[in-house]
C-alpha cells in the first residue's frame, strides 16, 4: 500500500465521525501524491503526513451566557491549533449553529495550506462556536462574545494564536472580543484580526477576501487570454466574502447576476446592486426577500438554485458543500468557463472533478480565497509596526500576493505534469513549504 493510502486509512479510522474533515484531508492528500510518493520512504520515516493531519493542540470549552429574558443559553466554544510550522497559528471564528469539532478541524487543515500559498509566515488554526448570531440582539451578541473570549483568552495571543473573523464573525463580534480581551490579559496586541479601524485594523480588510478572489480570477482569465470585462458571473452568498467580489467585478467590467443566503437566491439580470446589497444584508440584517422587495429587476426564488444560470463564471462564496455533482453538469451545459471558490471547500470532490474533467478552470478556495487571511497578515505586521498603510498600499499587496499564488500554483502544477489542475497545484504549493519547516524543525 502507499503511504499515502496507509495515512488516508488511518485517518478515516480515527476521524470517523467528522466527514467534513476527511473530505478535506482526502482531497489534500490524494493531490499530493506526485510529491509524496517521490520522497515515500522519508516521508514515512518521519510520518510526516501523519503529523499533518494530527492538530497541535485543540480546545472545546463551555460558553455561558444570559440572554434578553433573564434565561441562561450555553454553547460550545472551540480553537483547534493546527499546525505553527510557519508561523503563529492564524485563522477565523465561525459562529453558526453547524459549528462542530469536525468542522473547526476541516477548515483549520484547509488552513494550513491557505496561509502558506500567501507566502507570508503564518500557520493555520480555526475556532468557532454552535452560537447563532442570527436574531440576537447586540447585547445578546456582547454577552456571547464577552463569555467566549473569557475563556479563549487563555489560550491565544499576538505571537501565538490570531484568530479573525468568518461567518457569523464580522467587525461588531471582534470588536467585543477585542475588548474583552484586552479587559482580562491587560494587553493592548494584534490578538484579533478584521478590528475596526480606530483600535489597530487594517485598511481593506473588510473588502480582501472578496477583491482577492477576484484579482486571482482575473489573472486566471488573463493566462488563458481572457478578460473580466463583459462576462457574466454568478455569485452565492451574500455576506461579507460575496459582497466585495461582487463589488471588484463590476468595477473589472463584469455583470454579476446572483447572490444567495440560507433561505433563498436573487436573479437580477440587470446586476446585482452592492449599496442596495450592503444595506440589507449589513445594515438591517435582513432576508434577501426585501432587497427583491426594493429592486423591481429582481426575482426572488426560495432554496437554491444560483448555478442553474448560465454564466461564463462561478463564484460560490456561502459555505462548504454548496456546489454539488449536478450543479457542475448545469455548469457545464450553460458553458461556464472558470469556476474559483471564495468560500472554503463549497465544491464536492465529485464535482470538482467532473468541472476538471470538462475543461472548466477550477481554483479552489486554499488559493482563491486566500486574499482574507493574507491581509490579516499584512494587519498583523501594521500592528507589529504600530503604524496603518493606506488603503491603496495594502490593496497594491493584496493584488500582488494574489497574482503570484495564481502564477506558483500554475507553476508547481506544471511542475508534476498536472498542467492546468490548480487544486493539485495549490496542495503541493502550499504543502511543500510547510512540509520543509517541519523536517528543519525536527520532531515535534
Ligand atoms: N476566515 C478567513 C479564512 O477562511 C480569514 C481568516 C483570517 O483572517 O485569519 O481564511
Redesign the pocket.
Given at each position: 500500500m502507499s503511504y499515502v493510502d496507509e495515512v488516508l486509512a488511518k485517518v478515516k479510522e480515527k476521524n470517523a465521525s467528522e466527514p467534513e474533515f476527511l473530505q478535506a484531508v482526502e482531497e489534500v492528500l490524494n493531490s499530493l501524491r506526485p510529491v509524496i510518493d517521490a520522497n515515500e520512504e522519508k516521508y514515512r520515516r518521519e510520518a510526516l503526513l501523519e503529523r499533518i493531519c494530527e492538530p497541535e493542540r485543540q480546545f472545546k470549552f463551555r460558553v455561558p451566557w444570559v440572554d434578553d429574558k433573564g434565561q441562561v443559553q450555553v454553547n460550545t466554544g472551540y480553537r483547534v491549533q493546527f499546525n505553527s510550522a510557519i508561523g503563529p497559528y492564524?485563522?477565523?471564528l465561525r459562529l453558526h449553529p453547524s459549528v462542530n469539532i469536525g468542522i473547526i478541524k476541516f477548515?483549520g487543515f484547509e488552513?494550513i495550506f491557505?496561509n502558506s500559498l500567501t507566502g507570508l509566515p503564518i500557520g493555520g488554526g480555526k475556532g468557532g462556536s454552535d452560537f447563532d448570531p442570527k436574531g440576537k440582539s447586540d447585547r445578546e451578541v456582547m454577552a456571547f462574545c464577552q463569555s467566549f473570549m473569557t475563556e479563549l483568552c487563555k489560550y491565544i495571543g499576538a505571537d501565538t494564536d490570531v484568530p479573525?473573523?468568518?461567518i457569523g464573525t464580522g467587525a461588531r463580534e471582534i470588536g467585543y472580543m477585542f475588548g474583552q480581551y484586552k479587559r482580562i490579559r491587560g494587553l493592548y496586541e494584534g490578538v484579533l484580526?478584521?478590528k475596526g479601524l480606530t483600535y489597530g485594523g487594517s485598511l481593506a480588510r473588510t473588502e480582501a477576501?472578496g477583491y482577492g478572489l477576484l484579482y486571482l480570477t482575473q489573472e486566471l482569465m488573463k493566462d488563458h487570454g481572457e478578460s473580466m470585462e463583459g462576462k457574466t458571473v454568478v455569485v452565492s452568498g451574500a455576506g461579507n466574502v460575496a459582497i466585495y467580489a461582487i463589488q471588484k467585478a463590476h468595477q473589472m467590467g463584469a455583470k454579476v447576476v446572483t447572490c444567495s443566503d440560507s433561505t433563498g437566491w436573487i436573479y437580477d439580470p440587470e446586476g446585482i446592486d452592492v449599496d442596495l446589497l450592503k444595506e440589507v444584508k449589513e445594515v438591517k440584517r435582513a432576508r434577501l426577500t426585501e432587497y427583491a422587495a426594493a429592486r423591481p429587476s429582481a426575482e426572488y426564488h426560495e432554496g437554491r438554485g444560483v448555478w442553474q444560470i448560465k454564466c461564463d463564471i462561478a463564484l460560490p462564496c456561502a459555505t462548504q458543500n454548496e456546489l454539488l455533482i449536478d450543479d457542475a453538469k448545469q455548469l457545464v451545459a450553460n458553458g461556464c468557463k472558470a469556476v474559483c471558490e471564495g468560500a472554503?471547500m463549497p465544491t464536492t470532490i465529485d464535482a470538482t472533478e467532473y468541472l476538471q474533467e470538462n475543461g472548466v478552470w477550477f481554483v479552489g478556495g486554499k488559493a482563491a480565497?486566500a486574499g482574507?487571511?493574507a491581509t490579516?497578515a499584512l494587519e498583523m505586521s501594521q500592528n507589529s509596526e504600530r503604524l496603518s498603510w493606506t488603503f491603496e498600499e495594502v490593496d497594491a499587496k493584496l493584488q500582488t500576493i494574489m497574482v503570484n499564488i495564481y502564477h506558483n500554483i500554475s507553476n508547481a502544477a506544471k511542475r508534476y505534469g498536472f498542467e492546468g489542475n490548480y487544486v493539485v497545484g495549490a496542495n503541493i504549493a502550499g504543502f511543500e513549504k510547510v512540509a520543509e519547516a517541519m523536517e528543519a524543525q525536527g520532531v515535534c
Open positions: 492564524k485563522g477565523g477548515l488552513q491557505k479573525a473573523g468568518d484580526t478584521g477576501t472554503n480565497n482574507g487571511v490579516s
